[in-house]
């Protein structure tokens, strides 16, 4: 007012909808008015913001409280299920017992709380804010994790949608990642299979569900649980999907991208980067397959994608995005029924709380991490170090080199064995499902017609292995036998027959059984010497008649090279049976039962004659016999009856 002596008188101005933590107030903004020269004066919208006050619009005639948005930012961290419309009951109610009344409106509602966390995430990044960026991982981030969400949904809507907010800023536009897709598709299609296991996500389809708009999303997260971008699905789990989020975090300088189907995504990349050669910069990161959904898959592809082997990648698991996707699948019970704008900026925010959530108990993670890595280093460095004592392995680096070498052969295709394998294993837990989870007959005829079809294909199978191998054929009869009841599974022919590799390896395993056994009778005939006295020389006598040609032993062989080419030469299971058959004689010499007569003095009390079976034993470090018809326990040259009264003071052994 330009007055020099103004007169100010405020009354009730315009009147307004103030909706705070406690409900709501209908309330008048007030007006100021000078008498002096008759100006009046009304807040405007800076005045309210800087007040704490949100705007519902630009006319301000409703007003959101700011301690109202932190409130609801909380509330959904803790419970990102709740909707707004159960949020404005909640507010109705505060509005009732505070004696007032009115409605409060739910879509309002959530509009200004999404104005204003957007504007807050702008000031954020004015401040040189990274919402989206793990602390831990900068500047060189060692691993990402890429996984898809499917419970994150959306039902497709009729009509207009409204605009988002956050568009880019978490989860990547739509329009640059169906240009991304269209071009791969072009390029090359696949589908993915690994083992026994048919992985839903390794599918390359363009199929899409005519009820939903978005089927879910695609989330990347560091190995510390930060969540870097994400994308919305329309076709299912591609491969297009995690490439794409691929691409996107190259700046990261991520070292290795983990992925539960990486065994069928690498290829797939190998074909586009060959076609594409702006995706060829993609192959300087090294493929990891997460640690949990390793064990499904096959032998071989473990050994040889699996995280726990690859080098450099520490205590890295790849399934850190499966503890993010429990937190954001929480949401699709809100989002699925949202339009496309507000579920993207809905979700974004969801990230940012988590990140911000994360970024605060870092230090307390790392810290508890660290301890915990370095007491399982001293763990497993010793069970290396035990593990290398017991199997006589000096040189480890060899047996790595072995058995990757073995993964890295003929992995591809699936074989017949694999397949009667898994329709096996199809219709036997289809039948026990049957009854257990379809309590509507409704169903149980169609799943009966599956289980006939898998079951005739499983046949099919079987003749065709039988005609193929029929030395070692399957037993149809004994498989009808264990599909009809609760009868075990069936032992299939390449279980106990195994490869020419394996029969190797088997027969080394004996082998190295059979020094073992070879050094325990060596010290049972000491003992037996010890205690026969002169007697002993025809068992000494026997051992050499029977050990001319002695046991070598499995770690020192002298003509080592000479038998391998010898064991080439021979049958895949020749020298398997050889080697069973030299441990059978073994073992039946050390069985052998041997009768002594024992003759204990008692004192004052004469002597005691006891005739007993003696048998040699071996328990932990100690060995020698025992009788199980009177207890006498030979340990050496000590003799301990089975009576407390006998004691033992001249022993005399006879044969």
Known sequence: CPCEVPSITVSPGKAVILISINGRYDMHQPLFACQTCQQQWAPEFMDLVNSGYWPASTSSSTLYSLNLFSSVRELKIIAPALSRQAFAK???????????????????????????????????????????????????????????????????????????????????????????????????????????????????????????????????????????????????????????????????????????????????????????????????????????????????????????????????????????????????????????GARVDMLTIHAMAWNYKKNTTLHRA?????????????????????????????????????????????????SLEQSIEGRYLNVRQRKQALYRQNDSGKFRPRLRRKIAESKRLLLKDIETYNSHKPAMPIDVNEVEQSLSGDNPSPTWPWEVHGSNKRNKGLSCLCRRRLSEVSDTLKEVLLQYKAVLGPQGSIIEVEDKQENESDFSSPDTSENEEEECRELELKSPNADLDEAVREAEQVLQRFNTSQLILVEVEKLGAGTKTLNAEVRPYRSGQRSGFESRDDGVFVDGSILWPPSAALQPETITYLL
């Open 90 to 340: 909640l507010l109705e109610h505060r509005t009732k017992c505070g004696g007032r009344s009115g409605p409060v409106c739910g879509d309002t509602l959530q509009r200004s709380f999404l104005e204003f966390s957007y504007c807050a995430f702008e000031e954020d990044n004015l401040s040189c804010g990274a919402p989206f960026t793990c602390p831990a991982c900068t500047p060189d981030m060692l691993a990402i994790s890429v996984d898809g969400n499917r419970k994150l949904y959306r039902f497709l809507r009729n009509g207009s949608s409204d605009s988002s907010f956050f568009e880019g800023a978490f989860i990547a536009e739509d329009t640059s990642v169906s240009a991304f897709v269209d071009v791969l598709h072009k390029a090359l299609p696949g589908q993915g299979r690994c083992g026994s296991s048919s992985w839903t996500a390794a599918k390359e389809t363009s199929r899409r569900t005519f009820k939903l708009d978005e089927e879910g999303m695609e989330v990347a997260v560091c190995r510390h649980g930060f969540l870097l971008k994400a994308l919305n699905m329309f076709r299912g789990e591609i491969f297009a999907y995690p490439m794409y989020l691929h691409k996107e975090l190259m700046s990261s300088k991520p070292r290795f991208i983990a992925m539960d189907v990486m065994c069928k995504y690498w290829p797939y990349l190998h074909k586009s980067a060959n076609i594409l050669p702006d995706l060829q910069g993609l192959m300087s990161i090294r493929p990891f397959l997460s640690v949990m959904h390793a064990t499904a898959h096959s032998t071989k592809c473990e050994i040889t994608w699996s995280g726990k082997n690859q080098e450099g990648a520490g205590s890295t698991a790849g399934e850190e995005v499966e503890q993010v996707n429990s937190y954001l699948s929480r949401c699709a019970l809100t989002t699925k029924y949202m339009s496309k």
């Open 366 to 414: 790392l810290s508890a991490r660290y301890v915990k890595t370095c007491q399982r280093l001293q763990e497993e460095t010793a069970s290396l170090a035990e593990l290398k004592e017991r199997l006589a392995c000096t040189n480890e680096a060899v047996w790595v080199s072995d058995v990757r070498e073995w993964a890295a052969g003929d992995t591809t295709g699936i």
